[in-house]
């Protein structure tokens, strides 16, 4: 069986701890003193902002708007700051004040509806500041969703085209060329998933296939370990993974991670044997319910059908220093049914699992 933790997630706790405390203090002997430090301000523990900054774009002012509206819900925690949600929201005026600055990213056939969104960001951003002098809380936070949806599409509208050429040595396997969004029945509530094939096709395409085919309908859970993952995959009978009724072989899938920066996936090697172990994923385990490719522990091409959830606890796993990081390749998030899949543990069952968005992106194998 995929005992993909086995031998350290029962201590994790403590090697977590140890390890986290060892960098904190240790780094800035053996490495640049920019790499030295935990990062920098808050991590980013949203799966929605995460699978933004994820998109494969290279639009400034778009960013800079992002990173305002995120900030709000930041500033509400720390004590409500409302003159710095206030601020965040002038800096988020000021963008859209300048439509050019960001259409400029746009491909000309589809300014025309985004135009439409920035002109929607542009009132609904004036409508905060109004929800920011009646310091209401609940307002703000629903508003604040609401246009990073739009910003999410706007961001999407900018991307031109699958960024990469995935290698020849994969194309007998599935491939994501784009995005695609899921939808999972259990027996206790709803999940929504987005996968993500700009920075992980070859992973995201076999889950997205698998889902098609109706591979998850029926299974259970069959690992939870509290506060740190779920996972599900394993198919009745002696078999640990997906067969492939064309070939009967075990369809393997090969470790991929894309590292910031970097323009294409690494595959085959973990960053750590890679030497890049401070190297921080584009899709990193930052986020709770960080959707991943479970695999036997020593078997980093060994991975299947099976697939786990992260559930990311900030004061055990810290972000930026976490142990699954190129270990496993995550390729999606959960974007809705949090409280769900809290309450999910081994034993309990996928009732459903459908594709409801972007299909079309699924690349069938190449024949052999």
Known sequence: MFNFLKSWLKNSLMGILLVTIFLGINTAGWTPLSNAALPSGNAITDGKALLRYALPIDNKPVRQLQASLEDISNQLRANKRWGAVSKDLSKASQILDKPSQILAGVPEDR??????????????????????????????LQGRTKLLNLVTQLEESMVKGFPFEVPAEYSNLPQLKGRSTIAIKTNKGDLTLVVDGYSAPVTAGNFVDLVQRGFYNGLEFTRSEESYVLQTGDPPGKDVGFIDPKTSQYRAIPLEVLVEGDKKPTYGITLEDAGRYLDMPVLPFSAFGALAMARPETQVNGGSSQVFFFLFEPELTPAGRNLLDGRYAVFGYLTEGKEVLDKLKAGDKIESATVVQGIENLVEPQAA
């Open 111 to 140: 300014q025309s509806q985004a135009q439409a969104w920035i002109d929607e960001l542009k009132s609904g951003v004036d409508g905060l500041q109004e929800s920011v002098k009646a310091k209401d809380k609940e307002q703000i």
